[in-house]
């Protein structure tokens, strides 16, 4: 066995009861939390023939009554998880790979990025509407629609998207869980919420989606729809196994997209919207595309580039999508992104 904590003795841990030889896979405790974890513990069940238990940590992320932009967002959720891996607690965990800072700690590894779900966001509001819809409704009602995220990048390009249509809509801050969003459409308390369609998907939650909001009008967040399999550097033996997992191509397009923000220097709070896709059946793949936005929460600017160049020439090769992101930095720095950056929600 590697180094590494594995497998303490019966008793051990947050956690008592756990099958001894069982993989600790390490995860929040929100519903859609669990629902990833379990998915990548049955994946790992199935490739390894070990079994797989979940431990529940809660992180700063999940308690903190703080709007996101204010707490500062980059690392909230997985600062907790991270302490457990490093302490021994549990042998790896699983990450929305948007949460994740853009810097990677030595002692921990990502060993594996799987295929990437449903990257969009999706528009969840009242009546069935669309986004044109909800958007020309309110100035019709001469009460703009009430549309609410707790995110700069969806409010900037949302606020743009209206402006583009000649209407003004009012774009609302709000946190909590899938369940507490979409609640507040229920409850008539707001005319619509955005949220990620990939969190939708896993928890079953897909058929509240009004509209699946198009990436030509509102870039997801950089890494969004993926997940990161995380374990300590050390234990290259799981970290062998956890590999499987891995999807070349998703891989590839975040990393495009992460070394994007990082070079925007951006925390996950800031308004950057980033995809890259690699068009292709799945073994043809010989160009991969990098679409790029910063903007201002009101919506009145917006640099928003994208660029293409050669796909990766292996699984291994990180080098050409971490160009592509610095190249459409530093064009969307030479237009004048820097001075977007700084602003924060509310
Ligand atoms: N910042 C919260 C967060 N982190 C990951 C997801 C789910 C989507 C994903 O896996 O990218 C969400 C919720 C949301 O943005 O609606």
Redesign the pocket.
């Known amino acids: 066995m590697s180094t590494g904590p594995t497998h303490g003795g019966p008793g051990t841990g947050p956690d008592a009861g756990l099958d001894a030889g069982a993989l600790r896979l390490g995860t929040r405790r929100s519903k859609?939390a669990m629902a990833q974890s379990e998915q990548v513990a049955e994946a790992v069940r199935r490739l390894t023939g070990r079994p797989v238990e979940l431990v529940q940590i809660t992180t700063y992320g999940d308690t903190s009554r703080e709007h996101l932009a204010q707490i500062g967002g980059t690392g909230v959720?997985v600062t907790a998880l991270r302490d457990a891996l490093l302490r021994g607690e549990i042998d790896f965990a699983v990450h929305?790979?948007?949460?994740l800072p853009t810097s990677q700690p030595e002692e921990l590894h990502l060993a594996a990025i799987p295929v990437r779900?449903d990257p969009r966001d999706a528009l969840i509001a009242r009546d069935g509407l669309g986004f044109e819809q909800l958007a020309r409704s309110g100035e019709r009602a001469g009460r703009p629609a009430r549309i609410g995220t707790g995110s700069p990048r969806r409010m900037a390009q949302l606020e743009a998207w209206a402006r583009a249509l000649g209407v003004v809509i009012e774009t609302v801050p709000i946190r909590g869980n899938?369940d507490t969003r979409i609640g507040y459409v229920r409850s008539g308390e707001l005319d619509a919420v955005v949220?990620?369609a990939?969190?939708l998907n896993r928890v079953g939650r897909a058929d509240e989606v009004t509209e699946l909001l198009s990436p030509d009008t509102v870039l997801p967040?950089p890494?969004?729809?993926?997940?990161a399999v995380e374990c300590v550097a050390t234990d290259v033996l799981l970290a062998a196994q956890l590999v499987e997992l891995d999807d070349p191509h998703t891989r590839a397009a975040v990393t495009a997209e992460r070394t994007l923000l990082a070079a925007l220097e951006a925390g996950c709070s800031a308004p950057v919207g980033a995809l890259a896709d690699l068009p292709g059946d799945g073994r043809t793949v010989t160009e991969m595309r990098l679409r790029g936005v910063v903007g201002t929460t009101d919506g009145k600017t917006l640099v928003q580039l994208s660029t293409t160049g050669p796909a990766p020439a292996s699984a291994d090769d990180r080098a050409t999508p971490q160009r592509m992101g610095r190249r459409l930095a530093d064009e969307m720095l030479a237009k004048g992104a820097a001075g977007l950056m700084g602003e924060r929600a509310l």
């Open positions: 859609l959720f929305s790979l948007k949460d779900e899938i949220l990620a990939a969190g967040a890494g969004q729809g993926a997940l």
